[in-house]
């Protein structure tokens, strides 16, 4: 059966390998699948089920499996994909003779074992579905009529992931208690009516490079525990075409939504720490330690959090403190903006990720490793990758051509999220960061006006009406 081509391979394309004379394309199929210059462009659902599945004399190189185990969950659920994909392995090739499955077995065995491997290590999550854990068990039991070494090495594999599974369930304890302590803090502020003065983020961490290095703590974990199919979660979930017999797990984890909160969180957090102080002197202090915050994230490759205190700094109730930005040299918060200007699609910031993407490529150190993307516009970019073609052909073939470049930007995101980052964890900065107490746009909009008062009596009228939604008074 023809092999799929890698990655790397597939999408170098070079105009001038050509000869002088005009090149004439390929097309062949071959079992109801469909090749392109020997580049696998479609194919039946079945088909491409069969190319999954090792035999003695195949397997699959790890592209394929990626992306077709990455894009199948659109046409059937994984625990059906894994009940196929065992019935191939195991029932196809049975025979009336005992002797000649029991070496058949032992034969396939290993592959077996390795595509369940790249299926547990890659997509983990799919097994918090209680029928794919059956599925794996029954496979074990299998494994081990024909092959003991084989059955100890899925044991193993099956040890592996649940500690993966394990660990998701503690982080997700993690993500409600951190919210919940927020939460509580902001109630007991409340309930005082900020008689007490807010504890403010220049009292725990004056050093912006320090604060830039505990946020990208926090981005890379966040980051670490989203899964490949999560992506195909979040830009289908509407989709009633091709799932509208609601194929993607509904045990799906929350870590992208978890994500974008935590990026929500640090704009209001932003917002809400340069509101807060009453002297203008303080305020105009906090504002440039936050510039300096997003300067050095920008250095680390932490993207993300550069972008997130840059919408906490034009926020309204931030953006109308003119006395306060006045105080303030804004030459470096405007060579930031400009890096994240959305115009000409975030030109400028997509020219600065290749080169972080680079960086990595070559990296000698630990740090040079990190690239953290603007996770929205990254996002944006597969929602509108998928929408840009269909998933299937008119021949009714899955559209495969289309799969391989959703994989190949999952690929590249999954390769950032690996790094380890390198910097020694500040406590107290990471818990403060994390449970603050975080302003609403209404009492933003209040501590705005009762630090900087208003202009007119438009504001004026905002400002009793505020007072009366947020304090009652």
Same mark, same amino acid.
């Given at each position: ?6 990655f790397?391979?597939k ?7 050509r ?18 210059d ?13 190319h999954l ?11 394929y ?12 659920p994984?625990f059906?994909?894994?009940s ?9 090739h ?8 029991k070496r058949?077995?032992r ?6 074992v390795q595509l ?14 209680e029928?794919m854990?059956?599925?794996l ?7 081990a ?30 993500l ?6 927020g ?21 725990l961490?004056?050093?912006p490079f320090?604060?830039?290095?505990q ?20 830009f ?11 194929f ?7 870590n &992208?939504?978890?994500?974008? $909160?935590? *990026? #929500?969180?640090?704009s209001?957090?932003?917002a809400t720490? %340069?509101? =807060? ?8 202090c906090?504002?440039e330690?936050? &510039?300096?915050?997003a300067? $050095?994230? *920008? #250095?680390i490759?932490?993207?993300?959090s550069?972008m997130? %205190?840059? =919408?906490?700094?034009?926020?309204s109730?931030?953006?109308?403190l003119?006395k ?8 470096? *918060?405007d060579i ?22 680079h ?5 000698q150190t630990?740090r040079e ?6 996770f929205s516009?990254?996002i ?23 799969f ?21 964890r500040?406590r ?9 107490p ?9 501590a705005s ?19 009366i ?5």
């Open positions: 059966m023809p092999q799929t081509t890698p790397a391979a999408f170098r394309h070079d105009p001038y390998t000869s002088s004379t005009r090149y004439q394309p390929v097309e062949t199929h071959y079992g109801g699948l469909c090749y392109h020997n580049s696998l462009v479609s194919g039946s659902l079945e088909a491409l089920i069969q599945v090792p035999t003695v004399d195949y397997f699959p190189d790890r592209s499996i990626f992306t077709f185990l990455l894009s199948s969950r659109l046409f059937l994984p059906d994909l894994m196929r994909v065992c019935y191939l392995c195991l029932e196809q049975r025979t009336s003779d005992p002797q000649i499955d058949r077995m034969e396939i065995a290993p592959k077996i369940l491997t790249e299926w547990t290590e890659t997509f983990p999550y799919d097994f918090r579905d029928r854990m059956q599925g068990k029954e496979l074990t039991h299998r494994l009529l024909g092959d003991e070494l084989s059955r100890r090495a899925l044991q193993r594999v099956t040890q592996r992931l649940l500690r993966k599974l394990t660990t998701l369930s503690q982080y997700e304890e993690f409600v208690t951190t919210s919940s302590v939460m509580e803090k902001l109630t007991a502020q409340k309930a005082k009516q900020q008689s007490v003065r807010r504890e403010d983020v220049l009292s961490c004056s050093d320090v604060m830039a290095q946020l990208t703590h926090i981005e890379m974990e966040r980051l670490s525990y989203i899964g490949p199919e999560e992506f195909v979660h979040a289908t979930h509407k989709s009633t075409q091709d799932n509208s017999k609601g993607l797990n509904k045990r799906k984890t929350g &992208i939504e978890a994500y974008v $909160e935590w *990026f #929500n969180r640090l209001y957090l932003v720490e %340069i509101c =807060t102080p009453v002297k203008k002197k303080n305020r105009a906090v504002l330690f936050f &510039i300096d915050v300067r $050095e994230c *920008f #250095n490759g932490n993207f993300n550069l997130a %205190i840059i =919408t906490g700094m034009n926020m109730p931030v953006s109308r003119k306060t930005w006045s105080k303030v040299n804004t030459d470096k *918060f930031l903006e400009h890096q994240m200007d959305p115009s000409g699609n975030f030109y400028n910031y997509r020219t600065a990720l290749q080169g972080a993407t960086r990595c490529l070559t990296a630990s490793k990190i690239v953290i993307p603007f516009l990254f944006k970019d597969l929602y509108f990758l998928n929408e840009g073609s269909a998933s299937r052909l008119p021949n009714g073939h899955i559209n495969f051509e289309k391989w470049e959703l994989a190949k930007q999952v690929s590249e995101f999954l390769s950032w999220r690996l790094a380890a980052c390198p910097f020694e500040d107290k900065t990471l818990q403060y960061v994390l449970s603050a975080i302003f609403s746009d209404d009492e933003l909009q209040l006006y009762e630090s900087e008062g208003p202009e007119n009596n438009m504001e004026r009228d905002t400002r009793r009406s505020l007072r939604r947020v304090l009652g008074i």
